[in-house]
Antibody, heavy 126, light 109 residues
Framework: QVQLQESGPGLVKPSQTLSLTCTVSGGSISSGSYYWSWIRQPAGKGLEWIGRIYTSGSTNYNPSLKSRVTISVDTSKNQFSLKLSSVTAADTAVYYC??????????????????WGKGTTVTVSS | SYELTQPPSVSVSPGQTARITCSGDALPKKYPYWYQQKSGQAPVLVIYEDSKRPSGIPERFSGSSSGTMATLTISGAQVEDEADYYCYSTDSSGNHRGVFGGGTKLTVL
């Protein structure tokens, strides 16, 4: 059974770059029609999709974050990563990594997350 | 921009039916997926492809869509169903931007 685990610094200074890694275990990151995604959730607020990557390196980003986000994949390590630059206190959140399934149904592409990591809290503060 | 709208809260007594709605202009074409998030935990998929339940999700959870609204129904809600529920879909741009509804806090008491 595939499991995901986020890792990275829990504290980042304003204006710096937040860097997180998600390690995939129990299966290969390269197998199947899966994308690998990042989602975040500020304390007491809702979920926000950040972006996704396919193992080919193809990415999709939330337009509201696109100028600051980079998602990359390292298939040799079975990991994918998130970098968010120029962070502010508004980027303080629990960050989740997830496996995202892509389907073609009824003339549309569907995406949904079927496996999630437990999440890691990142605080932006000096 | 593509948005999904949910009521902030729904409250029922144990054993009653809880209905959580998700509305969006694109829903007649694309149904959403539904997630349950209990306090301090990661979200869990409870409904996919409009009305299907993943393995391990109780039969009391069901989904449906009509027009621009999708509904998650919990028939005979239990205390353990108390959680935040989110609908999720993607827009139809080439970017397939992921969009969550604002979330609905279900209280069962």
């Amino acid at each position: 059974q595939v499991q995901l685990q986020e890792s990275g610094p829990g504290l980042v200074k304003p204006s710096q770059t937040l860097s997180l890694t998600c390690t995939v275990s129990g299966g290969s990151i390269s197998s199947g029609s899966y994308y690998w995604s990042w989602i975040r959730q500020p304390a007491g607020k809702g979920l926000e999709w950040i972006g996704r990557i396919y193992t080919s390196g193809s990415t999709n980003y939330n337009p509201s974050l696109k100028s600051r986000v980079t998602i990359s994949v390292d298939t040799s390590k079975n990991q994918f990563s998130l970098k968010l630059s120029s962070v502010t206190a508004a980027d303080t959140a629990v960050y989740y990594c997830a496996r995202e399934v892509q389907l073609w149904l009824f003339g549309y592409y569907y995406y949904y997350m079927d496996v999630w990591g437990k999440g890691t809290t990142v605080t932006v503060s000096s | 921009s593509y948005e999904l709208t949910q009521p902030p809260s729904v409250s029922v007594s144990p054993g009653q039916t809880a209905r959580i709605t998700c509305s969006g202009d694109a829903l007649p074409k694309k149904y959403p997926y539904w997630y349950q998030q209990k306090s301090g935990q990661a979200p869990v998929l409870v409904i996919y492809e409009d009305s299907k339940r993943p393995s391990g999700i109780p039969e009391r959870f069901s989904g449906s869509s009509s027009g621009t609204m999708a509904t998650l129904t919990i028939s005979g809600a239990q205390v353990e169903d108390e959680a935040d529920y989110y609908c999720y879909s993607t827009d139809s741009s080439g970017n397939h931007r992921g969009v969550f509804g604002g979330g609905t806090k279900l209280t069962v008491l």
